[in-house]
């Protein structure tokens, strides 16, 4: 039994957490010279992300050999997405005026310095964002060229020179994961020691209203997804808990995308729909992004006794179903999304935003593994759908699904 423990990666990304946060807690300035171990494993992981991306969109696309079928895929990934999202909005929304996190007193608030965002970089830019967004830049070329080989009569040539390559590169990946551990102490340390876990005190009424409303989020909106294709949540999160540890120690969603998709293959889902669906929802199904932005403007009304109607409330969420599309790939576009937000609305101080700088360190975790788990449902909901999943055989199917 206790051989299986130490075995399991799991073990030591949760032993390693559990140590980190010790250690950012009674010696910080130690934790604070760890960065170097999270930072520098989320650089490692980057690197495999472009090339399983363009591999497995390529030869799921070739392999496919329907192209209406790709594009159907495409599609039907685009209005999942959207529908989604917007009920992460709602939910946000809706839990934030129950709760009402925000009727505190703001005078014993830790402010940080928000002036980066409070001038000038509330305009948002979809060129800028298509720029400096690597993985849809890659989604993107994968799928030309994809169409491209499928349409070639070298194909056949190519096709096993590129699935050799995407076997290496998978095998590479194997063994970068056993260094999840130190990537995870390294990014937990720096967050406790930097941030310091007091700081939660004071916005701690927040703190429990946003992990509160994504775990209603994950398993009754998500959960029911699944169980309408007949799948369970609980043993999906179970399925992919390493990938949820690693998430939560680096406060990264990218640090597990790889080998998300490793696993939702290995649960059933096709090639081209895991390939298609996983990379596309890095970028546009951000649900606890969702759910945190939208909390975050009713928080900022109710801290500065700001009342909005239900118009307003409901306008919210239209530029939110917008704007929200493009909050990953570039540093700080939350707040940079949040600020537009503001400013599109007239009511509520951009000094606002100083107040959520303080924790926004503490809920990019909750942010970060929600996303990932929203992606995978996704993935697993777009395959049944399409009749694109196999279940494992009986031997595997109590372990991955």
Request: one cysteine or more; aromatic letters at 10%; proline letters at 3%.
């Amino acid at each position: 039994m206790l051989k299986r423990i130490f075995s399991h990666l799991t073990f030591w990304v949760l032993l390693a957490i559990i140590i980190a946060i010790l250690l950012g807690h009674f010696f910080p300035a130690t934790a604070i010279k760890t960065e170097w171990m999270g930072t520098g494993f989320i650089q490692l992981i980057k690197l495999f992300i472009g090339p399983i991306i363009f591999l497995t969109i390529v030869l799921g696309i070739t392999g496919m050999g329907n192209l209406k079928k790709v594009g159907k895929i495409g599609l039907k990934a685009v209005i999942y997405f959207e529908i989604v999202t917007t009920i992460a909005l709602v939910i946000g929304i809706v839990f934030a005026n129950i709760v009402q996190p925000g009727k505190i007193d703001k005078t014993g608030l830790p402010i940080q310095n928000a002036s980066a965002y409070e001038s000038g970089n509330a305009d948002f830019s979809w060129i800028h964002f298509l720029r400096e967004n690597f993985t849809l830049q890659v989604l993107i070329a994968a799928i030309i060229c994809g169409i491209l080989l499928s349409m070639s009569k070298h194909q056949q040539k190519f096709t096993p020179l590129l699935t050799k390559i995407t076997n290496l590169v998978f095998k590479a990946l194997q063994y970068v994961m056993y260094l999840a551990p130190v990537g995870a102490f390294g990014g937990m340390a720096y967050t406790v020691g930097k941030f310091g876990i007091k700081t939660l005190i004071p916005l701690g009424k927040l703190m429990l209203t946003m992990y509160g409303t994504m775990a209603v989020f994950v398993f009754i909106v998500l959960g029911l997804i699944l169980r309408y294709y007949k799948l369970s949540i609980f043993k999906f999160l179970r399925t992919i808990q390493e990938e949820l540890l690693i998430v939560l120690g680096t406060s990264s969603s990218e640090t597990a995308l790889p080998s998300l998709m490793v696993k939702l293959e290995k649960m059933g889902c096709s090639r081209p729909v895991v390939g298609l669906v996983v990379p596309t929802g890095y970028s546009f199904n951000l649900d606890g992004t969702s759910i945190y932005l939208s909390m975050a403007v009713i928080f900022l009304a109710q801290l500065y006794n700001v009342h909005l109607s239900g118009i307003e409330m409901i306008s919210i969420v239209g530029i939110l179903m917008i704007t929200s599309k493009g909050a990953a790939g570039v540093t700080g576009s939350g707040f940079i999304i949040l600020a537009s937000t503001l400013t599109a609305l007239h009511k509520i101080p951009l000094e606002g935003l100083a107040f959520l700088l303080a924790v926004d360190k503490f809920m990019s975790e909750a942010r970060a593994v929600t996303n990932i788990i929203g992606n995978g449902v996704a993935t697993l909901a777009i395959s049944k759908s399409e009749n694109e999943f196999t279940a494992p055989s009986t031997a595997i199917a109590g372990k991955m699904i």
